[in-house]
């Protein structure tokens, strides 16, 4: 007997968004909560700013959903719920250009520090990786971030960042080279993770 397929993840995100667009407020939920990590994930990678992940991510899908009565599912709606969340994230640093920031204190830097949580699994390894990533050049680290953190097949990268997919696989070859090489000389007993990284 032969089972039919069942829908990969990105044809439900994508059935459930043209639903959502039609007015289903089930489909909606599900939409957002299918997208919601992937969305959050790539705008801390983006915005180099943890903190701020979530306010971007929320921006993320007020903007999404007043649009989506126009998201015809030509593209998969991760896809285009990602462009979305980049250009919030570009949106963002404009607005943080154009105005500055007032502190009331001397040494922020020094209270920002102590404020984030320390002691955690993996917390050390986590922002090792963000720091190796922050080394790369903006095109390597965005392709790295959107194939390897994110997942998006390498097609959907490519038409995200408006080049090649034979130009994503590059960039995502060389990012890797380049933290496996970062990850080596950091600490000469890392083959481990290194390898983690090359996989």
Known sequence: MITPALPSRDESTTAWALAAGGGDPEATDRFVRSLH??????????SADPQAADDLAQDTFLRAL???HRFEGRSSARAWL??????AVIDSHRYAAARPRLCD???WALL???????GLPGFDDGIALLDLLDTLPEE???AFVLTQ????PYAEAAEMSDCPVGTVRSRVARARATLVELLMEAE???EVAADAVAA
Do not use: F, K
């Open 112 to 118: 920002a520090e102590r404020a984030q949580p320390t």
């Open 66 to 68: 007043g649009s989506l």
């Open 188 to 190: 000469p007993g890392t």
């Open 105 to 107: 204190t001397d040494d």
């Open 82 to 87: 990602l462009s979305i969340a980049r250009r």
């Open 149 to 152: 953190l994110v997942g998006l």
């Open 37 to 46: 990590r992937d969305v959050v994930r790539y705008v801390a990678h983006l």
């Open 140 to 142: 390597r680290r965005e």
